[in-house]
Structures are given as C-alpha cells and as structure tokens.
C-alpha cells in the first residue's frame, strides 16, 4: 500500500493578533485619556472606560493593570500618541545625527510643545489621582526619574562646552508639564511664546551666565540690622 506523505504543518503567524492587540490597546488608552480629561479621577472609572472602548472591563484590568496604569497610558497617549513613551519619541528625534546645536534646540521645543499642551489636561488629574493611589503615585515617581535622564541626555546634546552645574534640574522644571500650565492658564501665555522662552531659557540654562558675568550665584541677603 502507498503511503501518502502528511501534510505540511504550518507555522502560526501570531502578527495579526498582536497587531490587533496593540491597535485595541491604543483605543482604550485614547477613550481613557479623553474620559480622564473630562471626568476626572474619581469620575472616570475602569467599566467606564470599557463601555467607550466597546471592551470588557477584565481586559481593561488586564491589559492596563488596574486604574493607575490605564491613567499612565492614558497620560502617554495624551502627550505621544502612537509613538511610544518618552524615551522612545525622544529617540525618534535623532538629535545625535544633527551637527547643529541650534537646529537640535529647534527640534527639541517642537517637541516639547507638542507634548505638554495635550498632557496639559491631565495634569491636574494626575496629580489628584497621585493623592489617592499609592500604584499611581509609584507609576509617577518612576516617569518622574525617566524624565530626569532623558533631561540628562538634552544637557549633552545641546551644551556648547562644559554645561552648567544646575542645567539638568533647571531643563527638567522648564520641560515640566505643570510649567507650561501655569504659564498658559494662570498668565494667558500662547504656545507661541512659550515656545519662544522655552527656546530661550534651555539654551541659556544649558550654558549658564556669560562670561565675565560673574558665576551666576545670588549674594545672601543681608541680615535684618546690618544695613
């Protein structure tokens, strides 16, 4: 009797799945970030979240981890959309293939700006959610660090020579979120001109004073009865 030859097996392409997973995955990020902006902390709950995604509420909790990591993701997708977090879209930037320092400047404030003005919403639900869920508050502290190497890594790019001893705390407050808030809500500044002072203010930060303008420290002020 002839035996036949099985079969060939074919192997299980799993891409398409994945794919979808991540598609589905930006969406709820997307409809969270929408809600959270809307509604709040309290407000937006995670069967809500689920409804607006057209999701269950179980691959919500597992694909997020619970609330404060939909909010993290939400906060992402604010500020990044599909590029990632922050150390990828910094990446994507290329600042080490432009030999311009000032053209690297240029680049990083559009980016910047393209950040913080849609996180700007989320900010205070942030920090209000920070104050209620310890998760929250550990996901924060860590963004937190991540923001402050990636300022690290700014000061290299865009320092003319020695960088100033405080240029990567004073580029990582200027590049803050909440900066660009206070500025926009409490003194009606444009992203136009924040972007032309935070143009300003990194390259002067970076550098430090001008020479021969002493080291930029502030004398102590004199005591009361000294003058």
């Not at 407000?43 to 997020?64: D, N, P, R």
């Not at 599909?82 to 293939?97: N, S, V």
């Not at 910047?112 to 920070?130: D, T």
């Not at 002493?214 to 102590?220: E, L, M």
């Amino acid at each position: 009797m002839e035996e036949r030859e099985a079969p060939e097996r074919r192997s299980y392409d799993a891409s398409g799945r994945r794919a979808a997973a991540e598609r589905r995955r930006l969406h709820v990020a997307e409809v969270a970030a929408r809600l959270f902006a809307e509604r709040g902390w309290n407000g937006t709950t995670l069967a809500l979240v689920a409804a607006e995604s057209g999701v269950s509420v179980e691959l919500v909790t597992k694909t997020f981890d619970g609330k404060a990591g939909l909010f993290m993701e939400a906060f992402r997708s604010a500020g990044f959309g599909r590029r990632g977090g922050l150390r990828e879209a910094f990446a994507a930037l290329r600042l080490d293939d432009e030999p311009d320092l000032e053209v690297r400047l240029d680049r990083f404030v559009e980016f910047a700006c393209s950040i913080v003005v849609p996180m700007g919403p989320l900010v205070l639900v942030l920090a209000h959610g920070a104050e209620q869920d310890p998760a929250l508050r550990d996901l924060v502290r860590g963004a937190h660090l991540g923001h402050a190497a990636m300022c690290g890594d700014l000061v290299r790019l865009l320092a003319r020579g020695e960088p100033a001893p405080d240029a990567v705390d004073e580029v990582y407050l200027l590049t803050r979120a909440e900066t660009y808030l206070t500025l926009a809500q409490h003194r009606g500044w444009t992203v136009e001109r924040y972007a032309a002072w935070l143009r300003r203010s990194l390259r002067s930060a970076v550098d430090g004073p001008p020479a021969g303008s002493g080291d930029g420290r502030v004398s102590p002020a004199p005591k009361l009865g000294t003058m």
